[in-house]
């Protein structure tokens, strides 16, 4: 049996951190009741897993998931102040969030 595609342990807990502060300020974009919720309790592989049952598309988002991680980190690791690098920092905090199926109340991405 091929084993399951998996977050870095360090993916997951800096997702569950970005999902921390952002507060409460979250929904599911997803139906009620048919897939996990991300929160900052969630195994993030298990939320993936329930969200994109095809093996091929839960490996596409986890990699996606650990490029965006990546770049988010580097990006936060420089303490920029410009405008463009805090609309960066939030545009691929949408995406990590879009692709767990959550999405920020009032938010237009």
């Known amino acids: 049996m091929i084993p399951q595609p998996q977050l870095?342990?360090?993916?997951?807990y800096y997702i569950r951190q970005l999902i921390k502060?952002?507060?409460q300020e979250f929904k599911s974009a997803v139906a009620h009741g048919t897939q996990l919720i991300a929160d900052t309790t969630?195994?993030?592989n298990r939320i993936i897993a329930s969200?994109?049952?095809n093996?091929?598309?839960t490996t596409q988002m986890m990699s996606e998931l650990e490029l965006l991680v990546k770049v988010?980190?580097?990006l936060r690791s420089q303490n920029s102040l410009y405008a463009s690098t805090v609309e960066q920092l939030q545009d691929i905090e949408a995406r990590i969030f879009r692709i767990l199926g959550l999405s920020r109340v009032g938010y237009a991405h």
Do not use: K, M, N
């Open 8 to 12: 870095l342990a360090t993916t997951g």
């Open 21 to 23: 502060q952002q507060g």
């Open 42 to 44: 969630a195994d993030i």
């Open 51 to 53: 969200l994109y049952p």
């Open 55 to 57: 093996e091929t598309e």
């Open 72 to 74: 988010h980190q580097h």
